[in-house]
């Protein structure tokens, strides 16, 4: 890494490298047929030769966790033989990796700082990345931070002088990042190690508190807009950034962070990325959702149906290239997500005997029997390896309708 004046440049094999990149464990070859450059994942594992490998056989680079235990997990970094031995750990993996040609960057624990109070926490992190430094002088040290806590990252600028760049896991408040981060003591270069459409904890929710997710379209269009106003708009410091999740992940929804299905079909996001990296839009175009609804209105109405009650659900979505659209419905339990860092959710089982009646974009659902909140999905494909993704949260409660939130109480 390079700094003229005020601007900060990555080198990669002596040439400037401004990260393209996708964070996730899979598609790693769609990646770099679209223009990426660049995967980030989490952790070290039996996993990770394959990983490096196959990215390397793509031509990619791999932004590498070194995943450190944190406070709200029970680690205490007042005890220093955990320290220690921690340490040790990170240093075997350290020395396993090290000369693997797709190898960026070590990024030292992800989002470690609880309310960023303690100092040995941050004080751990310079200790693994001088360590870092001291074997593997070749590739720069990175920690992760949600936002711009600026309590955390003086912390860091100040306990952490081996860590030569900030990265920041970003969705709603993406937009303010550059203001935000000149608010504080890092005057250094930054990535944008996570990057998307609006978190579970930033939107609105029903009564009951399930949180309002985007479409699929709605995503990609917030995703992009974020994307140009900061990562394109900070060249002297931002050094690229990645698309959360490349792959499917199940946090709070099946659909929240997932850029594609299980099966691999591809949303709306993954071909802003595409044309974000490539310059390009020769390509089949993903179904376009305006909106879901059921019962004629939309989530923020806080809709609640009676046991067993009939109701219908209806998607609007268009497809630029006139592909025929096949509409699948799925409806699942709702879940709390508490960290999706920290828990590996699994998505709940479909309730059965449910959907009465599909017919083009309609849908006849008969509410569950047992109380409780639920989420109806609509899976928009267009035969094409492409899908649209909504869905809607209702509450099936017995007895007489709600009139506020302390109903549900």
């Not at 005020?6 to 996708?22: C, H, S, V």
């Not at 235990?69 to 990796?97: C, H, I, P, S, T």
Request: glycine share 8%; hydrophobic share 35%.
């Amino acid at each position: 890494m390079v700094k003229e004046g005020d601007k900060y440049t990555l080198y990669r094999n002596g040439e400037p490298y401004f990260i393209k990149g996708a964070a996730g464990y899979e598609h790693f070859d769609k990646v770099a047929a679209y223009g990426g450059n660049s995967i980030r994942v989490w952790h070290t594992d039996e996993d990770t030769q394959r990983i490096l490998d196959e990215a390397h056989q793509q031509g990619l680079s791999v932004m590498l966790g070194l995943w450190m235990e944190r406070e709200r997990e029970g680690f205490n970094y007042y005890d220093k033989d955990d320290v220690a031995a921690q340490k040790e750990r990170l240093r075997a993996e350290v020395l396993k990796y090290k000369d693997h040609p797709a190898l960026l960057m070590w990024v030292v624990g992800n989002e470690l700082y609880a309310e960023g109070s303690n100092v040995k926490v941050w004080d751990a992190v310079n200790g693994v990345a001088e360590m870092i430094h001291e074997i593997d002088p070749n590739h720069p040290t990175t920690t992760t931070v949600m936002n711009v806590p600026k309590q955390v990252v003086n912390l860091i600028r100040r306990r952490c002088p081996a860590i030569d760049i900030l990265s920041i896991n970003s969705f709603g408040a993406l937009h303010d990042l550059p203001t935000e981060l000149r608010d504080t003591d890092w005057d250094g270069p930054y990535v944008i190690a996570e990057f998307g459409g609006r978190g579970y904890w930033e939107t609105r929710t029903t009564w009951w508190y399930a949180p309002i997710e985007q479409t699929s379209s709605e995503k990609a269009s917030f995703a992009r807009e974020r994307y140009e106003s900061t990562v394109l708009a900070d060249p002297d410091r931002c050094l690229g950034a990645y698309a959360f999740i490349w792959g499917y992940k199940y946090e709070t929804t099946p659909t929240w962070f997932s850029i594609m299905t299980e099966t691999g079909e591809e949303t709306e996001m993954a071909q802003v990325m595409r044309e974000i990296w490539s310059g390009k839009r020769d390509f089949n175009r993903a179904p376009h959702i305006a909106y879901l609804s059921l019962k004629g209105i939309f989530p923020l109405d806080q809709v609640y149906l009676q046991p067993g009650e009939l109701s219908t659900a209806a998607v609007f979505a268009t497809d630029a290239d006139g592909d025929s659209l096949r509409v699948e419905w799925e409806l699942l339990p709702e879940t709390v997500s508490e960290d999706g860092n920290a828990i590996k959710e699994q998505k709940p089982d479909v309730i059965p005997h449910v959907i009465q009646q599909a017919a083009g974009n309609s849908v006849t659902l008969k509410a569950p029997q047992q109380d409780g909140a639920y989420r109806l999905y609509a899976y928009v494909y267009d035969g094409q390896g492409n899908v649209a993704t909504a869905n809607f949260p209702f509450y099936v409660k017995a007895g007489n309708t709600f009139s506020s939130a302390l109903d549900f109480y």
